[in-house]
């Protein structure tokens, strides 16, 4: 009867109109509750990856991780078979989510219940299923029986989500792949995050992208340009054709024309051979050039004549030939402060930036924080050979209120460095590694730490004797929300700004912790 209850409720949502992702979403959140577990996770597979497309019960950061299935023996084997796979909670195998339960004691699982089963649409293996419990004996033959039928519905529903965005695409008359269901994404360089700002950026970058335009990315040093030049040039009608790619910043003056246009043989010394140039390897396709504020005078000029005719001229040549490059570049500079001085030109900048795309930096997308972290964490745990890499609660709290100035680039090396300190002070490859704020190393975190301390001291120990830390913590956190919307008179966006967090962070704390 509860098997016929779960198939009604995912019918249910199978036939509602509904986003592909909140439809998938619904999925997992009514398994969870059919089967009483403590995390439903629905991963799809890109090139030898399963990636996390929808999840309950799973740290934030869980999101941003991206599994190599060769370095996870039980999603391999999952993935190789075609029936409901059931792991018995003293397997020898690791758990992909060690430490990333969100109802763990300290983040920290013990033996646990594990099941999954391998999806297939359309005859290809689409990704997997997964569902853990923190209590033994949670799944037994009969829920590997549901699981099965109700595997049934889930594969119908992810089809479904592939039609309605293949109608999309149609009607729109543009690819749209990075966010598909169906769709390919490069797994090198992949854009990770779900923040209404970078959602924002994608939507206008996937439109632009069908244009021939040249693009100016703007945006500070770390937040990745490279990244969503791309992204742009996968959008785009050149897709199939090259990107090249030219740090302007690192070709010496000397050699710029030379490395940009081309030169023939006897042109300078040294130049035993005519030899083409970077416009010349993107005819066709996308040229980025990265740092584009650093071109010298005399190559600004060359590259003006490209941006207005398509006409290049090889370095110790009287003649040129056209190209068919669209040009898409980038800076952490102000090109306009730059032209005030005389260290760019007007008629250049007004080329380039014919669509000037802003990309925002990493504290105005504070809800990506997470989430790339978990990536950066699962890269890690893989270099490092580690069993499982995962952030304390205050070391993601430290995260979150931390500035960012080197952003994404910043974040990364962060996450790194505290990895490999981690190991450095004792912590064994075979365990849980947690990563506290101390080993973060951030200005100002040993600070936000002591004054946590300082609220425990002054206003917990009394009021929450017998709470371990994990209750403890959610205790202050409730008690400096409650203070921060007494001081706003209980406006929420004044209130974020108080905590100095993001408003859709402290919509989401405050709901999490029962306040709303």
């Known amino acids: 009867m509860q098997d016929v209850t779960l198939l009604e409720t995912l019918i249910a949502d199978l036939v509602t109109e509904q986003p592909a992702v909140v439809r998938l979403e619904k999925v997992v959140k009514t398994l969870r509750q059919h ?61 992909p989510y060690d430490g990333l339960i969100e109802d763990s004691p300290d983040g920290h699982l013990a033996v646990h219940d594990c099941m999954g089963i391998s999806l297939h649409v359309e005859g290809k293996c689409w990704g997997v299923l997964t569902l853990d419990a923190l209590t033994p004996g949670t799944f037994d033959t009969a829920a590997m029986h549901a699981l099965q039928r109700a595997s049934l519905l889930v594969e119908a529903a992810i089809r479904m989500g592939q039609i309605e965005q293949s109608v999309r695409a149609l009607r729109n008359q543009r690819r749209d792949q990075e966010y598909s269901l169906s769709g390919e994404a490069s797994a090198s360089y992949e854009i990770i995050g779900r923040s209404a700002p970078l959602l924002n950026v994608m939507q206008e ?154 990309i925002p930096p990493l504290r105005e997308r504070s809800d990506d924080i997470p989430v790339l972290a978990g990536h950066f964490l699962e890269l890690n745990r893989a270099r490092l050979g580690v069993r499982a890499l995962r952030l304390t609660q205050a070391a993601e709290h430290a995260l979150l209120a931390y500035d960012w100035p080197g952003n994404v680039r910043e974040l990364e090396h962060t996450i790194s460095r505290a990895a490999i300190k981690a190991l450095s002070i004792g912590a064994a490859r075979e365990d849980i590694v947690s990563i506290d704020i101390g080993l973060l190393d951030l200005p100002g975190a040993a600070t936000a730490s002591v004054q946590v301390t300082d609220i425990l001291q002054s206003n917990q120990r009394k009021a929450f004797p017998t709470m371990n830390l994990k209750d403890t913590l959610n205790a202050v956190q409730r008690q400096l929300i409650e203070q921060a919307l007494e001081q706003a008179d209980y406006k929420w966006t004044q209130a974020a700004r108080i905590l100095e967090i993001d408003a859709s962070n402290l919509h989401k704390l405050a709901q999490r912790l029962g306040l709303k």
């Open 35 to 95: 089967f009483h577990c403590g995390a439903v996770v629905l991963l799809k597979l890109e090139q030898q990856m399963l990636k996390p497309i929808a999840s309950i019960g799973l740290a934030r950061e869980a999101l941003g991780r991206r599994f190599i299935v060769h370095q996870h023996p039980r999603l391999a084997t999952i993935m190789a078979s075609r029936e409901a796979v059931r792991f018995e909670p003293d397997s020898h195998l690791a758990d």
């Open 205 to 358: 970058l996937s439109v632009v992208a069908g244009s021939d335009l040249p693009v100016l990315l703007l945006g500070e040093t770390g937040v990745g340009k490279e990244l969503f030049a791309r992204q742009l040039h996968r959008q785009s009608q050149r897709a199939q054709q090259p990107l090249v790619y030219v740090n302007c910043a690192a070709l010496p003056e000397a050699l710029a024309e030379s490395e940009l246009f081309g030169h023939t043989k006897g042109a300078f010394s040294g130049a035993t051979s005519e030899r083409a140039g970077r416009f010349d390897s993107a005819d066709g396709g996308t040229i980025f050039l990265d740092e584009v504020g650093e071109l010298p005078p005399a190559i600004q000029a060359k590259l003006l004549r490209v941006l207005q005719n398509g006409e290049i001229q090889r370095l110790g040549s009287d003649r040129s030939h056209t190209v068919n490059v669209r040009v898409v570049a980038a800076t952490n500079r102000d090109l306009k402060q730059q032209i005030k001085s005389g260290d760019f030109r007007a008629d250049l900048y007004h080329r380039l930036s014919v669509y000037p795309l802003p």
